[in-house]
């Protein structure tokens, strides 16, 4: 499932569109989202495993996951002050 951070704004909360993951970590964007995000992923220990930039203009997001094993990870969207953290399983 998806969690949300504390003091997340509605219009950052995007929707991971495949739990588990297979390949590619696919983020939706919401409606009235706008303007430039980050999106990193990190391990459960918390260090930093990958990170692009988004767009959030209503296209979604595809990251590619081919170096990461299979387990479970947290991905964290960052737009300005405003920030949503979220969990995926990967799966080989």
């Known amino acids: 499932g998806v969690e949300s951070g504390e003091g997340a704004a509605e219009e950052l909360r995007p929707t991971i569109v495949a739990n588990p993951a297979r390949e590619s970590l696919l983020l939706a964007s919401p409606a009235v989202a706008g303007g430039a995000a980050r999106v990193e ?3 459960l220990a918390g260090r930093l495993l990958k ?3 988004w767009s959030m203009d209503g296209s979604g997001l595809s990251m590619g996951l081919s170096r990461l094993p ?3 990870y947290a991905v964290r969207v960052r737009r300005g ?5 979220g969990r995926f399983t990967l799966l080989r």
């Not at 002050?81 to 953290?85: D, F, G, N």
């Open 81 to 85: 002050t405003e920030s949503w953290t």
């Open 41 to 43: 992923i990190f391990d």
């Open 70 to 72: 299979s387990g479970v």
């Open 51 to 53: 990170s692009t930039s």
